[in-house]
């Protein structure tokens, strides 16, 4: 018996929306019946993005293909959401679903059956992957032929599950090519080296996607050398499949070589578990979310490198980080020519930063010990907005003769990654550390008895914060605006009842706890 279908036709995770177009033959265009069955297919686009071969990977139209009883089939091409079909058969139906781009290319497919009812609904769920297959993958890399004298490269490429793969570069006078077209589609973690007489001079690491059929280039330019980070430049287009957003948070661009930068992998875009992996200048140093950039590090220039893959494999990422690591002597004071400063009853305050030190081409300027006395007369207050938006500002040790920290003394130093602040001040101003997003944990000493509004507001890399005061200070409003959700408040053991108690502070009390 045939019947009239309603055929509903839904595509979901899809980025088009378009006119629908309708295709479709077979036994069941016979004899229009009163009664017709429902029949939805949701076709859910499994494919995600990340470093693409040289085509579109988007989804632009869907060939939907149905058998049937008796010999009935359907064809039909569709753009968006929703399709009335009627006249198919009833009974079990195979349907297959192909993907296309924009150039009319297959990139994707999927299949699955359902049995067709009569006068009720009938639906189906059918994913559309990537292509299973071969790709090509083309890469090149380039230096400075001056710069290394016997070049050679290590490297290898791995999949999500499967075998080391070591690439054999064809190497020249200041460059080198690889080519295969027998890579298995999917992720791949790419580790790529140059040495000069077998020595490391550079490495990178990323994330790259091979689809079927396709080919995916990439390239690497090496243009500093010998521990001197460089600028690499990648061209690798993807394909399907939702790329890992993969942040490292907690680094800055420089660090002395005693400092320790704990650094944090953060992905905002995928909920499940990842794995990650860090890497040194190519070399594999440790896995999880998190890493410390330590003091065995030498004097000289670092590429930090994390990748991160869901627990799939369908999902990969990759975040980078340079580093200088410096020799700097905290005790000795910068000099009194990089500051602007007044002088009142014979106190100093620092009111900012001069033009001698804006003219200076050295990366120890960004780490500035205030001093204790100028012209022989204490420094013993920070003037509101002194270092306002000062970006390359890393580390700051405060001399302990400083009372006073004004307003928004430090707002917007966004690489302000460490400050000492020493046993002497009283108070710290309103923003007086807001917007340092590189600020990871600060220490207040036990002399500070206020503490004005939105101090650490905005500070998205705080996770400690350690008060060394018994008794809690005054505590402004919004102190802690946008803070990371796991940031931890940090008393003395004896006072954390009076922390959670207090004015202000109760609104934190959730995060405090004894040192």
């Known amino acids: 018996m045939k019947k009239n279908i309603l055929f509903t036709v839904l595509a979901l995770m899809i980025m088009v929306s378009c006119n629908n177009v309708l295709n479709h033959n077979g036994k069941q265009e016979e004899n229009n019946a009163a009664n017709g069955s429902v029949l939805s297919i949701k076709v859910n686009d499994n494919v995600s993005r990340t470093i693409l071969p040289d085509f579109s990977m988007d989804i632009v139209r869907y060939l939907a293909m149905g058998n049937g009883p008796d010999g009935s089939t359907f064809n039909e091409v569709f753009y968006g959401s929703e399709k009335l079909i009627e006249n198919l058969f009833v009974g079990p139906w195979a349907v297959n679903v192909y993907a296309f781009n924009d150039d009319d290319i297959l990139i994707g497919w999927g299949s ?23 790709g090509t993958l083309n890469l090149s890399l380039y230096w400075n032929s001056t710069d290394v004298m016997i070049p050679s490269i290590q490297s290898t490429l791995t999949p999500y599950s499967g075998s080391i793969r070591n690439l054999a570069f064809t190497v020249g006078d200041g460059g080198a090519q690889f080519s295969a077209s027998d890579v298995e589609a999917g992720y791949h973690t790419l580790v790529l080296k140059l040495l000069d007489n077998g020595s490391l001079a550079m490495g990178a690491v990323e994330v790259v996607r091979i689809a079927a059929d396709q080919v995916t280039n990439g390239t690497f330019t ?17 394909e399907m499949a939702e790329p890992l957003d993969i942040t490292i948070y907690g680094g800055t661009g420089i660090k002395r070589i005693e400092d320790i930068m704990n650094l944090t992998a953060l992905t905002f875009n995928y909920n499940e578990n990842i794995t990650y992996v860090w890497y040194v200048n190519g070399d594999s140093v440790g896995t999880g979310a998190n890493f410390s950039f330590d003091s065995s590090w030498g004097n000289g220039s670092y590429r930090i490198d994390v990748t991160g893959f869901s627990a799939d494999g369908k999902h990969g990422g990759s975040a980078s980080l340079f580093v200088k690591v410096i020799i700097f002597n905290s005790s000795v004071f910068s000099p009194a020519a990089w500051f602007d400063y007044t002088i009142t009853n014979n106190e100093v305050t620092i009111t900012g930063l001069s033009g001698i030190w804006e003219a200076l081409d050295d990366p120890v300027k960004n780490y500035l010990v205030i001093p204790k006395s100028i012209e022989g007369m204490a420094v013993t207050s920070i003037g509101s907005s002194a270092f ?7 580390l700051i040790t405060i001399a302990d003769s400083v009372t006073s920290i004004g307003d928004s003394v430090f707002t917007a130093c966004i690489s302000l990654k460490s400050i000492t602040i020493p ?28 503490i004005g509004d939105g101090a650490f507001a905005h500070c998205v890399s705080l996770l400690s914060v350690i008060l060394n005061p018994i008794i809690p200070p005054t505590l402004g409003s919004n102190v802690f605006y946008v803070n990371p959700i796991s940031r931890n408040i940090y008393v003395p053991p004896g006072s954390v009842a009076a922390y959670k108690a207090a004015p202000g502070w109760s609104n934190y009390s959730g995060s405090i706890a004894a040192q």
């Open 388 to 394: 306002f938006g000062c970006r390359n500002l890393a």
């Open 423 to 450: 046993n002497m001040v009283i108070s710290i101003g309103s923003n007086a550390f807001s917007l340092c997003l590189s600020l990871a944990s600060i220490t207040i000493p036990d002399s500070v008895t206020s």
């Open 112 to 134: 699955g059956s359902v049995t067709v009812l009569p006068n009720e609904p009938s639906s189906i769920n059918i994913t559309v992957r990537p292509l299973d297959g071969n």
């Open 222 to 238: 090496f243009d500093q050398i010998n521990m001197v980070r460089g600028t690499i430049n990648v061209d690798i287009t993807p």
